[in-house]
């Protein structure tokens, strides 16, 4: 079984930045696909972000130049750095993971960017 464990959520003034970072267990992370979703109120979940076992990413159009995601295989950990956010950033961010052919979720963390 695997847990994702998201921090770092918050709120934050347009234009500034936060770094979400999700934990998680078990041995296999390192090849693992991970990625970050988000869901806004009252709109289907996207993709935002995503990282494949080899380091390669793919972001949302919405997101790129924008947002930076990363992993580090030695602390099982995958981080989303968001600068330059903005009000329709707002919404419920998952971490999510792809392993051994099962998905994973965390619980998610609320970020919300002020206007």
């Known amino acids: 079984q695997v847990q994702l464990v998201e921090s770092g959520g918050g709120l934050v003034q347009a234009g500034g930045s936060l770094r979400l970072s999700c934990a998680a267990s078990?041995?296999?992370?390192?090849?693992?696909?991970m990625a970050w979703y988000r869901q806004a109120p009252g709109k289907q979940r996207e993709l935002v972000a995503r990282i494949t076992s080899s380091g390669t990413t793919n972001y949302a159009d919405s997101v790129k130049g924008r947002f930076t995601i990363s992993r580090d295989n030695a602390k099982n950990t995958v981080n989303l750095q968001m600068n330059s956010l903005k009000p329709e950033d707002t919404a419920v961010y998952s971490c999510y993971a792809y392993i051994n052919f099962n998905s994973y979720w965390g619980q998610g963390t609320q970020v919300t960017v002020s206007s």
């Open positions: 078990g041995s296999i992370f390192s090849r693992s696909v």
